[in-house]
């Protein structure tokens, strides 16, 4: 279940050095998501589908047993994927940062990139696959 104790936190000082206090106190609750289903899980994070503001959401929470180097790289992830505007990337729609650390993006329905990637004849795509 996502809450606070499952997922990975900074202190907020390491929050407020690599985000800044105002990001930090303009961050989501995760008291503002109601979750639907786990979606998925890998080795650094676990993906849940969500509902905000009416719409489904993808939250994207590291484990709590991720080290301060992976944490970071979250940040730079969710920091990279705010700056980035293009209708072949998933939105962005904002980041919780405390008390634990959640990326929240536009839902995709489908399954993961890897099941698409990896499964050819499932997903229609604009150029034809060789076959196997």
């Known amino acids: 279940?996502?809450?606070?104790e499952c997922g990975a936190a900074l202190t907020p000082h390491q929050l407020e050095s690599l985000v800044g206090a105002e990001e930090v106190q303009q961050g989501l609750q995760l008291s503002e998501f109601?979750?639907?289903?786990?979606a998925g899980m890998g080795s650094f994070a676990t993906?849940?589908?969500?509902?905000?503001?009416?719409?489904?959401?993808a939250l994207?929470?590291?484990?709590?047993k991720c080290s301060e180097s992976d944490l970071v790289r979250f940040v730079?992830?969710?920091?990279?994927?705010?700056?980035?505007?293009?209708?072949?990337i998933v939105r962005f729609v904002?980041?919780?940062w405390e008390p634990?650390?959640?990326?929240?993006?536009?839902?995709m329905a489908g399954g993961s990139?890897?099941?698409?990637?990896?499964?050819p004849y499932r997903y229609p795509h604009p150029y034809p696959y060789p076959e196997p």
């Open 76 to 88: 730079r992830e969710v920091q990279t994927l705010r700056s980035l505007d293009h209708p072949n």
């Open 60 to 64: 994207k929470q590291p484990h709590a």
């Open 100 to 107: 634990s650390l959640v990326l929240v993006l536009e839902w």
């Open 113 to 119: 990139v890897h099941q698409c990637l990896f499964t």
């Open 34 to 38: 109601f979750l639907e289903k786990r």
């Open 94 to 96: 904002g980041a919780v």
């Open 47 to 57: 993906v849940w589908r969500a509902r905000y503001e009416g719409r489904r959401v």
């Open 1 to 4: 279940m996502l809450s606070d």
